[in-house]
């Protein structure tokens, strides 16, 4: 299994600009999240899915959507960027509620 | 609001010693606590969870403790080597009940000296 995949590694944007991040994982897992990581700070949760077709933001949606087609795809998706949404980006699944989650290994964007 | 996570920014700990982590929450409801790692220019990984039934959990090398009383967990790592340094968080699923996915506090650097 190659767990969950997030592409790309690094983007930069301009302002204004629009991108979409993509997630996949291949454990069949129905829990898939994606967390913003600010420097020296902790993950915030920006939405989250707990099956295919059921989308729910989280502490911080603002600036994103998301959409889950698939339970194996959770894209999250910037319209227009903006200099405060320079951050590094995971994604993470889990099979169960309250059980761990499996992360990626991050996009970092920079938007300038 | 509910909090999870009151770290010491870094910890600095020689190779061999043992290494403290704590970790404070406010959610008297929460039941269920996990460990994550975190090195550089990688994701989270999980370490060691540990539910509120019990007081203490053993890994390989790694113990978390659990103190309901004033809600404060720690991990303990036995004979730290220069591979544990990384951002160790505490993370809290119940933290928001609604929304069922964890809440990480800031973290704790653990820096290994040879």
């Known amino acids: 299994n190659a767990g969950v995949t997030q592409t790309p590694k690094f983007r930069i944007l301009k302002i204004g600009q629009s991108m979409t991040l993509q997630c996949t994982q291949d454990?069949?897992?129905?829990?898939m999240y994606w967390y913003r990581q600010d420097p020296g700070m902790g993950l915030k949760l920006i939405y989250y899915?707990?099956?295919?077709?059921?989308?729910d933001k989280g502490e911080v949606p603002n600036g994103y959507n998301v959409s889950r087609s698939t339970t194996e795809d959770f894209p999250l998706r910037l319209e227009l960027a903006a200099p405060s949404q320079t951050s590094v980006y995971f994604c993470?699944?889990?099979?169960?509620?309250?059980?761990?989650?499996?992360f990626g290994n991050g996009t970092r964007l920079t938007v300038t | 609001g509910e909090s999870v996570g009151l770290h010491l920014p870094t910890l600095s700990v020689q190779e061999g010693d043992n290494s403290i982590i704590n970790c404070a929450y406010s959610?008297?409801?929460?039941?269920?606590f996990i460990w994550y790692k975190q090195e550089s220019g990688k994701g989270p990984q999980f370490i060691i969870d540990?539910?509120?039934?019990?007081d203490k959990r053993q890994g390989q090398r790694v113990t978390v403790l659990l103190n309901k009383t004033v809600k404060h967990l720690s991990l303990q790592i036995a004979a730290t080597q220069p591979g544990d340094s990384a951002v160790y968080f505490c993370?809290?699923?119940?933290?928001?009940?609604?929304?069922?996915?964890?809440?990480f506090g800031s973290g704790t650097r653990l820096q290994v000296q040879p």
């Open positions: 993470a699944s889990t099979g169960q509620d309250n059980s761990p989650l499996h």
């Open positions: 454990m069949n897992h129905n829990y």
């Open positions: 899915s707990v099956g295919a077709g059921i989308t």
């Open positions: 959610n008297s409801a929460s039941d269920y």
């Open positions: 540990i539910r509120s039934n019990m």
């Open positions: 993370a809290d699923p119940a933290v928001d009940t609604g929304r069922r996915a964890l809440t």
